[in-house]
């Protein structure tokens, strides 16, 4: 089953990848532990000295060994001039050195582990000012550790460079504001960060180890990069720049260092075969593109790149071992794409071609297109919802009851809740874990105290967990043993506060649309807010009007730059500074403190604001998922 049979066969960049790991290491942060300014740990790189032992039975083999490799922990020379410290982090953080100080590429997740990321960097290189920022692409392990090495005000002035892929804050805001809510339960799940570390439980999840738990913020990009080729230079460091977008991230883009003969490829090529879609939900990815963007990366920096790296993992030294290295990834995502696209044409589903699907020989010995963190089985999938969406084109599978519905509809068919139970209980005995799980979660749906059925389940996620050599199929199995056992157990929760603050005003008045409930806020009426905004987003990349409109007709919040049409009166004005906006809509304040403060001012029908602030729903972020 893919996912969770061992490995085929030994793999001959085994020892390698040992030796590049290890390659230019310079120290560690000693203890590996980073807390915040309240004293609560936000990363403990020391809870994975355990992984210095040999496999247990309770790991896959080859998931274990990709987790010592990442649990590496410490600043490590890439080529001189130019250090990562790895294993801090889920991602790497990278320090170019330039004429007067020092570019920092992808600053981590929290802002206290970056900000220990630079001091370790500072202890060895000196107490180097940072010149610029340079976000790879729009995730959030690689721009949300900002604040921890960056002053905004020097961003907002201009006087620090901030560089990022365009589409950058759109795609960044869709995924952490628009629907972070639900990703973060599900990163929850994906990344194991409710699970105890130790042999048993979270080993890591095969790009990195797992999240840090800090305050995450971003400084909006002050320079776009539009076209491939654009040249920059910062801090006398040239670069050339390759967009990439829709390949691992909507907006992303890779980084030539031609008087280092270097080559930054982001998320585009690690030790590991990626998402296609990740398991905590994004948007479906391109794999077709994906390998497009390769092919194009070789033929404009083969011939001038000596050392290939990325924001996760080690890098690739020497031209010809990086050239094979990009070479076979390429082949990787081409591979996936076109045998699934063949299989859809052929009449298979998702699911099919999930249990078809294998690399060829030439790939299925390399280690770094193994399924550590993307796994064969859901980029097969994912590559089928991209092109066909959720039906399968079978009739039976148009409008089916919802799980609930449909599962005690099955567990009657079955003989009730206890038999389906018992029969499971052969099927377990007999390793069929997999069947086990489908019909226990039919039980499950239709009775969630069934005590047996959850205790049984939980065995059988805890059991195909352990078999996994996917790292977030892992997480995901264990994670669900748990919440079965102990309930919905959230991670240590971060706000989306210190990323607001960096949208547009249009993208705050969006973040605000997806929280209205459509249903109550269709029987409201009609409404028409007038917002003046005092210090209006005039920044070149997302210029915007001082004057916006917010209409609420028929259940939808629509915002509109400028008076409304027609001449409409509005029910009331509010005159506000961008940064208030931002404060109220992550929840760092509310309307009617800022009002009280002063902050906003107010002309017309203040039930107007409260008939709307009531009207926004706040998600809970600890829904549960393996229980209806």
């Given at each position: 089953m893919p996912g969770t049979t061992p490995t085929p066969g030994p793999h001959p960049d085994a020892d390698q990848d040992v030796a590049d790991a290890d390659r230019g290491f310079i120290a560690r942060l000693r203890p590996g532990v980073v807390r915040d300014a309240a004293g609560r740990t936000v990363w403990d790189a020391d809870a994975y000295a355990f992984l210095d032992g040999d496999c247990p039975p309770t790991a896959h083999p080859s998931l274990w060994r990709q987790s010592r490799l990442t649990a590496r922990q410490g600043l490590y020379e890439v080529v001189p001039g130019v250090y990562q410290?790895?294993?801090?982090?889920?991602?790497?953080?990278?320090?170019?050195?330039?004429?007067?100080?020092?570019?920092?590429?992808?600053?981590?997740?929290?802002?206290?582990?970056?900000?220990?990321?630079?001091?370790?960097?500072?202890?060895?290189?000196?107490?180097?000012?940072?010149?610029?920022?340079?976000?790879?692409?729009?995730?959030?392990?690689?721009?949300?550790?900002v604040h921890g090495v960056a002053d905004p005000d020097a961003a907002a002035d201009g006087s620090l460079p901030v560089i990022?892929?365009?589409?950058?804050?759109?795609?960044?805001?869709?995924?952490?504001?628009?629907?972070?809510?639900?990703?973060?339960?599900?990163?929850?799940?994906?990344?194991?960060?409710?699970?105890?570390?130790?042999?048993?439980?979270?080993?890591?999840?095969?790009?990195?180890?797992?999240?840090?738990?800090?305050?995450?913020?971003?400084i909006a990009p002050n320079l776009d990069v539009r076209t491939t080729g654009q040249t920059e230079?910062?801090?006398?460091?040239?670069?050339?720049?390759?967009?990439?977008?829709?390949?691992?991230?909507?907006?992303?883009?890779?980084?030539?260092?031609?008087?280092?003969?270097?080559?930054?490829?982001?998320?585009n090529a690690c030790h590991t075969l990626h998402n296609v879609l990740t398991l905590r939900g994004a948007l479906v990815r391109d794999p077709s593109a994906w390998a497009r963007y390769l092919t194009e990366t070789l033929r404009l920096f083969a011939g001038t790149t000596d050392v290939v790296f990325a924001s996760h993992h080690w890098p690739t030294w020497g031209q010809d071992r990086a050239v094979?290295?990009?070479?076979?990834?390429?082949?990787?995502?081409?591979?996936?794409?076109?045998q699934c696209v063949r299989l859809i044409n052929a009449g298979y589903t998702g699911a099919e071609i999930a249990e078809e699907?294998?690399?060829?020989?030439?790939?299925?010995?390399?280690?770094?297109?193994?399924?550590?963190?993307?796994?064969?089985?859901?980029?097969?999938?994912?590559?089928?919802?991209?092109?066909?969406?959720?039906?399968?084109?079978?009739p039976a599978h148009l409008w089916q009851h919802p799980p609930r519905e449909a599962a005690r509809r099955y567990t009657e068919f079955m003989g009730g809740a206890d038999a389906v139970v018992a029969k499971a209980r052969v099927s377990f005995d007999r390793g069929d874990l997999r069947w086990v799980a489908?019909?226990?979660?039919?039980?499950?749906?239709?009775?969630?105290?069934?005590?047996?059925?959850?205790?049984?389940?939980?065995?059988?996620?805890?059991?195909?967990?352990?078999?996994?050599?996917?790292?977030?199929?892992?997480?995901?199995?264990?994670?669900?043993?748990?919440?079965?056992?102990?309930?919905?157990?959230?991670?240590?929760?971060?706000?989306?506060?210190?990323?607001?603050?960096?949208?547009?005003?249009?993208?705050?008045?969006?973040?605000?649309?997806?929280?209205?409930?459509?249903?109550?806020?269709?029987?409201?009426?009609?409404?028409?807010?007038?917002?003046?905004?005092?210090?209006?987003?005039?920044?070149?990349?997302?210029p915007g009007p001082d004057v916006w409109t917010l209409l609420l007709s028929n259940g939808a919040l629509t915002p509109m730059p400028g008076d409304a049409p027609r001449g409409e009166a509005p029910h009331l004005t509010l005159t506000l500074s961008r940064a208030t906006l931002a404060a109220v809509a992550g929840r760092a304040t509310t309307f009617p403190d800022a009002i009280a403060a002063g902050e906003i001012t107010v002309d017309g029908d203040v039930t107007a604001l409260t008939t709307l602030g009531g009207l926004m729903e706040r998600p809970d972020p600890r829904f549960p998922i393996v229980t209806p």
């Amino acid at each position: 089953m893919p996912g969770t049979t061992p490995t085929p066969g030994p793999h001959p960049d085994a020892d390698q990848d040992v030796a590049d790991a290890d390659r230019g290491f310079i120290a560690r942060l000693r203890p590996g532990v980073v807390r915040d300014a309240a004293g609560r740990t936000v990363w403990d790189a020391d809870a994975y000295a355990f992984l210095d032992g040999d496999c247990p039975p309770t790991a896959h083999p080859s998931l274990w060994r990709q987790s010592r490799l990442t649990a590496r922990q410490g600043l490590y020379e890439v080529v001189p001039g130019v250090y990562q410290v790895r294993g801090l982090d889920l991602s790497n953080i990278t320090f170019v050195e330039g004429d007067r100080g020092v570019l920092v590429i992808d600053p981590l997740i929290s802002a206290e582990v970056a900000a220990a990321a630079l001091a370790l960097y500072r202890e060895h290189r000196g107490d180097r000012p940072v010149t610029g920022v340079l976000y790879t692409h729009s995730h959030i392990d690689h721009f949300g550790g900002v604040h921890g090495v960056a002053d905004p005000d020097a961003a907002a002035d201009g006087s620090l460079p901030v560089i990022a892929p365009a589409g950058f804050l759109a795609h960044a805001a869709g995924e952490n504001v628009i629907t972070g809510p639900a990703m973060a339960r599900r990163s929850v799940y994906m990344y194991g960060a409710a699970l105890p570390k130790g042999p048993a439980g979270q080993i890591g999840c095969g790009l990195g180890q797992t999240t840090s738990l800090g305050s995450t913020g971003l400084i909006a990009p002050n320079l776009d990069v539009r076209t491939t080729g654009q040249t920059e230079t910062v801090d006398g460091v040239r670069m050339v720049f390759q967009l990439t977008p829709g390949t691992e991230a909507p907006a992303e883009m890779n980084i030539h260092f031609p008087g280092l003969r270097l080559l930054c490829v982001a998320e585009n090529a690690c030790h590991t075969l990626h998402n296609v879609l990740t398991l905590r939900g994004a948007l479906v990815r391109d794999p077709s593109a994906w390998a497009r963007y390769l092919t194009e990366t070789l033929r404009l920096f083969a011939g001038t790149t000596d050392v290939v790296f990325a924001s996760h993992h080690w890098p690739t030294w020497g031209q010809d071992r990086a050239v094979r290295f990009l070479e076979e990834q390429r082949d990787a995502y081409a591979y996936l794409h076109d045998q699934c696209v063949r299989l859809i044409n052929a009449g298979y589903t998702g699911a099919e071609i999930a249990e078809e699907l294998r690399l060829p020989p030439g790939l299925e010995k390399r280690r770094h297109v193994q399924g550590h963190y993307g796994s064969l089985s859901h980029n097969a999938k994912a590559v089928y919802q991209r092109y066909m969406g959720w039906f399968d084109g079978n009739p039976a599978h148009l409008w089916q009851h919802p799980p609930r519905e449909a599962a005690r509809r099955y567990t009657e068919f079955m003989g009730g809740a206890d038999a389906v139970v018992a029969k499971a209980r052969v099927s377990f005995d007999r390793g069929d874990l997999r069947w086990v799980a489908e019909v226990l979660n039919h039980v499950l749906f239709a009775d969630p105290g069934h005590a047996e059925a959850r205790a049984l389940q939980a065995e059988t996620f805890e059991r195909l967990g352990h078999g996994s050599e996917c790292g977030p199929w892992r997480n995901f199995y264990l994670t669900g043993a748990a919440e079965l056992r102990g309930g919905v157990r959230g991670a240590p929760g971060r706000g989306a506060s210190g990323i607001v603050a960096a949208l547009s005003v249009e993208q705050i008045f969006q973040s605000m649309a997806v929280r209205l409930d459509g249903p109550r806020a269709a029987a409201a009426g009609r409404l028409l807010l007038r917002w003046e905004i005092t210090d209006p987003d005039d920044r070149t990349r997302n210029p915007g009007p001082d004057v916006w409109t917010l209409l609420l007709s028929n259940g939808a919040l629509t915002p509109m730059p400028g008076d409304a049409p027609r001449g409409e009166a509005p029910h009331l004005t509010l005159t506000l500074s961008r940064a208030t906006l931002a404060a109220v809509a992550g929840r760092a304040t509310t309307f009617p403190d800022a009002i009280a403060a002063g902050e906003i001012t107010v002309d017309g029908d203040v039930t107007a604001l409260t008939t709307l602030g009531g009207l926004m729903e706040r998600p809970d972020p600890r829904f549960p998922i393996v229980t209806p």
